[in-house]
């Protein structure tokens, strides 16, 4: 099982950036899926995570300003991130509790795409 992330960047601030994840192998089910950030000199923070049929769940400082969505046929989450501060930069990394096939549930973390908001 693994994590593809895709559509990291730069933009300037008040833009918006769409990044993806798709979840890829021998996979049974896939239970909550989503993003956690790591600033520069910071601890690493959740962003947005939803269930397979749950509501999402932000972190405060993006609350209002991003979108989580999820496509479960494609075993896919995207992250749409409108308003986009300087303070938004970090590596995004995508997350997910999935149960391989045969396997046990485990959680799974991408390689990170970077995001970076210019002034």
């Known amino acids: 099982v693994q994590l593809q992330a895709s559509g990291g960047g730069l933009v300037q601030a008040g833009e918006s950036l769409r990044i993806s994840c798709a979840a890829t192998?021998?996979?049974?089910?896939?239970?909550?899926m989503g993003w956690y950030r790591r600033a520069p000199g910071k601890q690493r923070e959740m962003v947005a995570m939803t269930g397979a049929h749950a509501s999402p769940t932000y972190g405060a400082a993006v609350r209002g300003r991003f979108t989580i969505s999820r496509d479960n046929d494609k075993n896919t989450v995207h992250l749409l991130m409108d308003k986009l501060q300087p303070g938004d930069s970090a590596i995004y990394y995508c997350?997910?509790?999935?149960?391989?096939?045969?396997?046990?549930?485990?959680?799974?973390w991408g390689e990170g795409t970077l995001v970076t908001v210019s002034s």
């Open positions: 192998g021998n996979i049974f089910s896939i239970a909550a």
């Open positions: 997350n997910a509790n999935i149960r391989g096939t045969g396997a046990e549930w485990a959680t799974y």
